[in-house]
């Protein structure tokens, strides 16, 4: 599977839109992006996946851009309780493993 | 979302004893599900992988006589930590992939604190 590449660390004020950004400049055609995201001392909580067209659901937005190299989650409201490790990966299949980089540590601030 | 659930969430045992972690898929069948293992400031670590009636696949470097994986029904996976050493304290996760084929995410469980004294 490809690998991500994502800043270790994000701020954001509680309230305004948290923007993360993820490269994945080798992905390849049948990859997805996926987006997890873990509070402390929880399991990983799903939070979006897409090919490469935009997505969004109730939690977030996901948006690939054209040629697939890189993609940003937007969380458009964010709160305290979006703080977290944000992990975003790519794979092949729902059938093949998630392998968990770094991610990045979002801190909501009030 | 599908729920996965996890049990214990914690468990404090001595050194040299067996632990068994339960993985528990509540609203789907999981023919796959997955075994990570965190260290505190770091990522998640896959371990193995259980396929319901097969023998577990393990990653590289994971001591499979160690750390028993039985996943006996499509909705049960377990995790046993055979002679638990305070090494093995960690925090354990599980996870099932959702039914549906190639466009699908993969469910956690909430994880189990072990610690080894």
């Known amino acids: 599977d490809a690998k991500t590449t994502q800043p270790p660390s994000m701020d954001c004020a509680e309230g305004r839109a948290a923007n993360l950004p993820c490269n994945h400049s080798t992905i390849s055609g049948n990859e997805y992006v996926y987006w997890y995201r873990q509070i402390h001392s929880q399991g990983p909580q799903y939070i979006i996946h897409g090919l490469k067209n935009n997505e969004t659901n109730e939690m977030a937005s996901l948006i690939i851009t054209e040629d697939r190299k890189s993609s940003t989650l937007i969380l458009p409201h964010a709160t305290l309780r979006d703080t977290a490790v944000y992990y975003c990966?790519?794979?092949?299949?729902?059938?093949?493993?998630?392998?968990f980089g770094k991610g990045t540590m979002l801190l909501v601030s009030p | 979302g599908a729920v996965v659930s996890q049990h214990p969430s914690w468990v404090i045992c001595k050194s040299g004893t067996s632990v068994k972690i339960e993985c528990r898929s509540l609203?789907?069948?999981?023919?796959?599900m997955f075994w990570y293992r965190q260290f505190p400031k770091q990522s998640l670590m896959l371990m193995a992988t259980s396929n319901e009636g097969s023998k577990a696949t393990y990653e590289q470097g994971v001591e499979k006589d160690k750390f028993l994986i039985n996943h006996a029904s499509l909705t049960l996976s377990t995790l046993t930590v055979t002679s638990a050493h305070p090494e093995d304290s960690s925090f354990y996760i599980c996870?099932?992939?959702?039914?549906?084929?190639?466009?699908?995410?993969?469910?956690f469980g909430q994880g189990t604190r072990l610690t080894v004294v």
């Open positions: 990966i790519v794979r092949v299949s729902g059938y093949s493993t998630l392998t």
């Open positions: 996870s099932a992939e959702s039914p549906g084929g190639i466009d699908t995410e993969a469910f």
């Open positions: 609203d789907f069948q999981a023919t796959t």
